[in-house]
């Protein structure tokens, strides 16, 4: 039997794991902190990996204290409806303008295996940026599969699939205010489970 799940996003949730109130909290300690790492630099740009990405990045540009630019790229992991990382990046959206000479600041919703942005810093990189950092809302090192230096992480989180506050499952879910971890019963055919 297939779940598709509820009408209302909030019924299909086990869990919250982090509420409103802890994000807002740590997006401002966040933006303080890499407002003050950047002092000197009139030049920063925030690329924000589409789509899980975007609840996070306006929130955080609005939260540092500098002036900053925007870009967005979109990758895909992921199959559709999958909670696993395939290993194989593809490139859907490429960036708009140069970061040639500028400080990029990866903006991330999510870091697992670690595949995904391993792959992302090597392709910025490339592109002769000043400096390449990352900052991401969550992260599961347990998952992790390449080592990966991480500059600035919201929270840690235990090895669970999660939802919320811009990360998806099937593309649904990205409009909850919190992070938390779905009813088993909705991915369990996803991850091998009947
Ligand atoms: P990685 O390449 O395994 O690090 O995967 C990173 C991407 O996988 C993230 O940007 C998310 O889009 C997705 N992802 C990983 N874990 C979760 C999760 O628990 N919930 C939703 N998406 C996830
Ligand atoms: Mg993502």
């Known amino acids: ?6 009408a209302n996003p909030h019924d299909d949730i086990a869990e919250i794991l982090i509420d409103e109130a802890a994000i807002k909290t740590r997006v401002e300690e966040l933006g303080a902190e890499i407002g003050a790492a950047y ?5 920063i740009v925030l690329i924000s990996v589409l789509k899980g990405a975007l609840v996070f990045v306006a929130d955080l540009m609005r939260a540092i204290p500098r002036n ?4 967005v790229m979109e990758v895909s992991s992921y199959g559709g409806g999958n909670t696993e990382s395939s290993g194989t990046v593809r490139i859907l959206k490429d960036l708009s303008g140069t970061i040639e000479g500028r400080d990029v600041l990866i903006v991330e919703d999510i870091i697992d295996t670690g595949l995904t942005l391993n792959y992302l810093t090597g392709y910025l990189g490339g592109k ?5 950092r990352i900052v991401t809302l969550l992260n599961k090192p347990a998952r992790r599969l390449v080592d990966l230096k991480v500059d600035w992480t919201g929270f840690e989180i235990p090895d669970k699939f999660v939802v919320g506050y811009g ?5 649904k879910y990205r ?4 992070v938390g971890v779905l009813k088993r019963e909705l991915y369990a055919s ?5």
């Not at 002769?128 to 390449?132: A, F, K, L, Q, T």
């Open 175 to 178: 409009n909850l205010r919190y």
């Open 167 to 171: 990360l998806d499952f099937g593309e």
């Open 1 to 6: 039997m297939s779940n598709t799940g509820s």
């Open 39 to 43: 002092t000197g630099s009139d030049s």
């Open 190 to 194: 996803a991850i091998g489970e009947a």
């Open 128 to 132: 002769s940026p000043r400096s390449i």
């Open 68 to 71: 900053v630019s925007i870009d």
